[in-house]
């Protein structure tokens, strides 16, 4: 008889996302898109923009208000995001 070495499908699709450099990216989209969730449909509404550049996020936001308030709620908002793409994605957000 000879020796298997079996693997769940999730454990197989992960290493060769790996392997391939596109875990990071897949990631990075989850977590763009997880940022709707993460704040609500309110603020979600106020929101132009995002992108992720050296693991900042960028975010437009279009009401001043707004921005001021996210921006003290800024180490709050990496904890949730993060904690939702289940990874250290990002860590810090730049609201422009």
């Known amino acids: 008889m000879f020796k298997r070495d079996v693997q769940t499908l ?6 060769c996302l790996r392997q391939d450099g596109l875990e ?4 990075q989209k989850r977590l763009i898109d997880s940022w709707d969730k993460v704040v609500g449909k309110v603020i979600a509404g106020y929101t132009a923009e995002k992108f992720i550049k050296n693991q ?7 009401n001043p208000a707004l921005r001021a308030d996210l921006t003290m709620m800024r180490d709050r908002l990496v904890k949730n995001l993060n904690m939702e793409v289940g990874a250290n994605i990002i860590v810090d957000i730049k609201f422009f």
């Open 10 to 15: 999730a454990d197989i699709l992960q290493k």
């Open 24 to 27: 990071t990216p897949l990631q």
């Open 56 to 62: 900042t996020l960028f975010v437009k936001i279009l």
